[in-house]
Structure formats: structure tokens, C-alpha cells
């Protein structure tokens, strides 16, 4: 199955260059770790402490590319696709994000690598945290963008947005309704979540909704969404044991989450700080990479305490 998978992911270079995103720097290297009962597509490149970055819904860990080429001069760098997304496997099942945080220690621990900065966008903020909150001792900092943690915080309010129809759209008929028009659904989170819809480029567009529609991968992706009661669960399970130390860095786009970013994070961590990227929506490594990079830069480089 996976090798079927890997081979229609090769006939995406068939596409026009126009429908490619920015490539990371040719150093780094790929691989696919088998772990947890899945397989993981992984890109890693540079030397130095390690950063996991992890990407949301919509896109897949191509996003980091303006992210991996500034971190990869001091830091190593490792950039998964999760289950289920872009070219890592897609199983039926398993998309809690505290097995999906087990996911990210298989990986770690197949490339040898111990303590790690977090670096997270979307969906990856969950399956951030719940790695965090199951190895504290094995980050070293984390940054949350843009996107809440399932019971977290102002969870429940959150729910009541109508713009976050997608967290219950399911249903038996979801991915038939969907399948061959992966370009339309996905151009309404694009669209909608964008403080300038066209900062979301047209290259990458192309791009995502052609990994969007391999095999299993809207299966994948609505997956994550069904699991947010479960995740939830877990969450508060997590912070009954009481909030955490790590160092977080809360970043919301002006346009979007902005400042709850790190209300939110509050709710769970002891030691947050807030920033809020300038003339941005959702999508802030394509719609302020400059910005975002900078932000993140700035607090990996901090000393800690």
C-alpha cells in the first residue's frame, strides 16, 4: 500500500511548476520511519538542537520550507507529514492526537534524537501538545500557532464559531461528497481564513489539493477532526495532573486567533508568551513567512531560565 502511495506522490512532479511550493534546501534528506503502526514521510536537514516542526489541516510539513532553510543553520531539523496527510501512510484508524503525539516519539527515537524543541501549526498544535504533556522532559520549548486545543480553554466556545462548520462535518456519504472535488472544499478554509486570500498562492493551492486527494488522504484528514471528543478527553486528562512548565510561545495571526492564542495556552501552560503576527489570517507561513520566521526565531534563541 505504501509503496502504491509513494508512487502516485512521484506523479506529482508531473504537474506544471507552477503548482509547486517552495522546495527545501537540498541538504536535507527524506525518509519513511515505520513507528506506532504507521509509516511516517519525514524531511530532515541541518545540524545543531533539534526542532520537530509540525503542520496543520490543509497542508501538509512542505509549509515549513521558509521555517527548515532559516533553522536548519543551527539547528537540526526534522518535518513529518502526520498520519494519514501528505506522504506519510494513511491507516484506517489512529488519529487521536495523543497516539499521533506516540507517532512523533517513534520518530524521534528512530533518528536518535532526545530532547527537541516543538514548533506547531493547526492540527499540529494538538498533536504538539500531546506530545508534550506525555514526554515534558523531552521539549524544551514550544510554539502554538493559530488553532485552539481540543477541551482546552475556551474550548466550547470556540465550537460555537459558524466559520468551524468543518470540526463536525462527518457523516457516512463525507468523503464520496468530496472525492474529485478536494480543490473546492479546500478552497473555502483558504479563502475564509486568510486575512488576503491571495497570500495563499495559487502554486500552492495546486499543490496541496493534489496531495489532498491521494488515496485515503480525505479519509485521513476528516479523521483528525472525528477525534477531537477523544482528544479532548485526553487533553483534560492531561492538565488534571496540573499545568506545564515548557516555555511557550502562543502566535496568532491579527486576523484570526490573535491573542487567544495564548489565552488558550494559559489554560495549560505556566510560562507562555503571546504574539500576534501583523495583517495575517490563519495561514501565517504563507501569508507573513517573514513575520512568523522572525517570531519563532526570536524565542528559540532566548535563553532559558
Known sequence: MLRALLGLALSLTSIPAVAQVAPFPPA???????????????????KGPAVLLLHG????????????????RDHQVIVPDLRGLGLSAKPVSGYTK?????????????????????VAHDIGNMVGFAFVAENPARVTRLVLMDAPLPGVGPWEE?????????????GPDMERLVAGRERIYLDRFWNEFSATPAKFSEASRQHYAALYALPGAMHGG???????????????????????????????????????????????????EQGVIANSGHWLMEEQPTATVAAIRAFLDKPLP
Do not use: C
Not at 536535507?28 to 524531511?43: C, E, L, M, S, Y
Not at 520518530?107 to 532526545?114: K, Q, R, S
Not at 483528525?224 to 499545568?243: R, S, V
Open 28 to 46: 536535507f534528506k527524506i525518509q519513511d520511519i515505520a513507528t506506532n503502526g504507521t509509516t511516517i514521510h519525514v524531511r530532515v536537514g541541518g
Open 57 to 72: 489541516y490543509g497542508e501538509t510539513g512542505d509549509m515549513w520550507a521558509p521555517l527548515a532553510a532559516d533553522l536548519m
Open 98 to 118: 495523543k497516539l499521533q503525539g506516540m507517532d512523533m516519539a517513534g520518530v524521534l527515537d528512530a533518528l536518535g534524537v532526545g530532547k527537541v524543541d516543538v
Open 158 to 170: 470556540i465550537l460555537k464559531n459558524p466559520l468551524l462548520w468543518h470540526f463536525r462535518f462527518g
Open 222 to 272: 476528516f479523521s483528525q477532526f472525528a477525534a477531537f471528543d477523544q482528544d479532548g478527553i485526553d487533553n483534560l486528562a492531561f492538565i488534571a495532573k496540573g499545568k506545564l512548565a515548557t516555555p511557550v510561545l502562543a502566535i496568532g495571526g491579527d486576523h484570526s486567533f490573535g491573542p487567544m492564542m495564548a489565552t488558550d495556552a494559559r489554560a495549560a501552560f505556566t510560562n507562555v
